[in-house]
């Protein structure tokens, strides 16, 4: 029976890359003093960016 894997590889690295954007988002606007709600909806919108970002270049550099 062949094992198969639901995420691919481009999946993982442009999630991998969301979150890692996110964290980041979130780990500097919350040591600028800024409350929690707040750096969560930074770090989110951060990740989405990212993601959105991350896709757009991925998908501009297959057409080649």
């Keep these: 029976m ?3 894997n639901p995420l ?3 999946t993982f690295v442009l999630l ?5 954007v996110g ?5 500097l606007t919350h040591m ?3 409350g ?3 750096t969560l909806l930074a770090s989110g919108a951060a ?13 501009g550099s297959g057409n080649n």
């Design 2 to 4: 062949e094992n198969s």
């Design 8 to 10: 691919n590889l481009v």
């Design 16 to 20: 991998l890359f969301a979150a890692l």
């Design 23 to 27: 964290t980041a988002a979130g780990i």
């Design 32 to 34: 600028s003093g800024v």
């Design 36 to 38: 929690l709600p707040q």
């Design 47 to 59: 990740a989405g960016a990212g993601l959105l970002w991350a896709m757009a270049v991925l998908r």
